[in-house]
């Protein structure tokens, strides 16, 4: 009998339930509806993902994706999807997006309950377990 070894796979995350990961906010689904309302495409969502970077570690970006990847963890708030790559999910858990509309300026944000500290920007993060690699702040 041979016996194989196990092949090292890239990059292991754990098992993510999209139940509690990320939801939006009432005026965060109105304005995707209004973004999106003349797509054909069924699957167009909402992708939400944290990078390095920013004055306090780690960034939010956010954009209109197509379909999901099979890295992706999908999920459903008030009608419309939410794709997060599995790496994000570790600091995005139990996030709310939220969609402003001020005298300062409107777009969409992350009301994040792993963020210890933010910017002055509001773009940038850190957590208590990983505070990234401080730099610049720019929007």
């Known amino acids: 009998m041979i016996e194989t070894q196990p092949q090292p ?3 292991s995350f754990p098992e993510v339930q ?4 990320v939801s939006l906010s009432d005026a965060a689904a109105t304005k995707l509806r209004e973004l999106t309302v003349e797509e054909a495409n069924p699957a167009i969502g909402l992708r939400v993902y944290v990078y390095s970077g920013g004055c306090s570690g780690f960034r939010y970006g ?9 890295d992706d963890v999908s999920v459903e708030s008030k ?3 939410v794709y997060v790559d599995r790496e994000s999910t570790q600091y995005l858990q139990g996030s709310e997006i ?5 005298l300062m300026g409107a777009g ?8 210890v500290s933010a910017c002055g920007c509001g773009s940038s993060f850190r ?3 990983s505070a990234g690699s401080p730099g610049a702040c720019h929007h």
């Open 79 to 81: 009608g419309i999807r």
């Open 9 to 11: 796979t890239p990059m």
């Open 18 to 21: 999209p139940e509690g990961l």
């Open 108 to 115: 969409f944000t992350v009301n994040n309950p792993n963020a």
């Open 127 to 129: 957590t208590a377990d």
């Open 62 to 70: 956010m954009m209109l994706e197509d379909q999901p990847t099979s």
């Open 98 to 102: 939220d969609y402003l509309d001020t």
